[in-house]
């Protein structure tokens, strides 16, 4: 059983087990009922990449161009624009936190854009590789006080050199775990190849610390099913077209998934937005 399904697993019935009800949530369906959750706290999963550690899961079908897509949206193109993100990737679940302009406010690729957070990380870990304050955070509490949709979820990420190699560490306050949660860590594992790949080195071990990890009251049904299903064996391994050395020459098309094969049928869950 591969890595990624082994921590699925696992966290699913962590959850149902384990989990605690929340009240008064801020999330509510499209129908306006609230999106109550079971969570627990304080959840680490690593991979080391090197050793073709990739975080995909096999329970249920992960779209992986759409997820490169959009961290290429927040990252490289800096945007926080709906219809660039729609055009050029073919991502439209961010259209739930529009503010009314096509955009989603003052957060993610705006921030990143406003700030000046990639470009300055990219020349710092040339000059000092060994520095540990290579970080990148979204949170910004002065952009939250402009219209903004939803929060950073996935809001730090820290790079460290460990001799040929890239190590990354992403910081997140809360995962939707079955909808977003492998499509998280396997888009950051795409940036932290393309960090890599811009200042000279190999990708390394991707460490992913989960504050508040979850599963909504209308996906339990889905979780039950996960469960039931067989982990395929199989090897996925995401490659990086070696022609590519610029971190804003990287296409989503220069990521190719390899070896991953996934159970059917695709799995519907109502988003709480």
Known sequence: MIKADEYMIETIKHILNDGYKDANP?????????????????????????KNEFPITTLRPIYFKKAIGEILWIYQDESNNLNLLRDKYGVDWWDSWEIGDRTIGSCYGETVRKHNLVKPILDEIINDPYGRRHII???????????????????????????????????????????????NQMQYVALMMMVARHCGYKPGVFTHFIANQQ?????VDNALEMLKREPIDCNPVLELNPDKKDFYSITVDDFVLKGYESNKPQLKFELGI
């Open 215 to 219: 599963i909504y009251d209308r996906h």
């Open 137 to 183: 955070n979204l949170w910004q509490k002065e952009d939250f006080k402009n219209p903004h949709g939803l929060k950073p979820c996935c809001y730090q990420t820290q790079f460290l050199v460990r001799g040929e190699y890239i190590d990354m560490i992403m910081y997140q306050r809360s995962s939707d775990w079955l909808t977003a949660g492998n499509i």
């Open 26 to 50: 801020r999330p509510h369906y499209e129908d306006g009922t609230p999106a109550h959750t079971l969570s627990v706290n304080g959840v680490v999963h690593t991979y080391d990449i090197s």
